[in-house]
Nanobody, 115 residues
Framework: QVQLEESGGGLVQAGGSLRLSCTAS??????????MGWYRQAAGKQREFVAR???????NYADSARSRFTISRDNTRTTIYLQMNNLKPEDTAVYYC???????WGRGTQVTVSP
């Protein structure tokens, strides 16, 4: 059993920055050996991939996130971050953190970017 809790969302103007955090708890051994990532879902749209980080530190990004967002993982490998810079109104969504191999997800944190 894995639980995840996201934080750091909020309202920001276009061009601003936010840093999301996500901490996973529960089966620590499996969490540490799993890929963790961020997805987002805008109102009326399907959930979409944003970024992921593998246990060894390798990262992947969606085209929309590359060069503006940075995913990182702390030394415990149970907490990940998403640094989002140069935010755009189209980044407005609920952002979800997940342990991907375990299909475990947090409740999400709202990010709203005003024009």
């Amino acid at each position: 059993q894995v639980q995840l809790e996201e934080s750091g969302g909020g309202l920001v103007q276009a061009g601003g920055s936010l840093r999301l955090s996500c901490t996973a708890s529960g089966n620590i051994v499996r969490i540490k050996s799993s890929t963790m990532g961020w997805y987002r879902q805008a109102a009326g749209k399907q959930r979409e991939f944003v970024a992921r980080i593998f246990p060894g530190g390798f990262t992947n990004y969606a085209d929309s996130a590359r060069s503006r967002f940075t995913i990182s993982r702390d030394n415990t490998r149970t907490t990940i971050y998403l640094q989002m810079n140069n935010l755009k109104p189209e980044d407005t969504a609920v952002y979800y953190c997940g342990v991907l191999e375990l299909n475990s997800w947090g409740r999400g944190t709202q990010v709203t970017v005003s024009p």
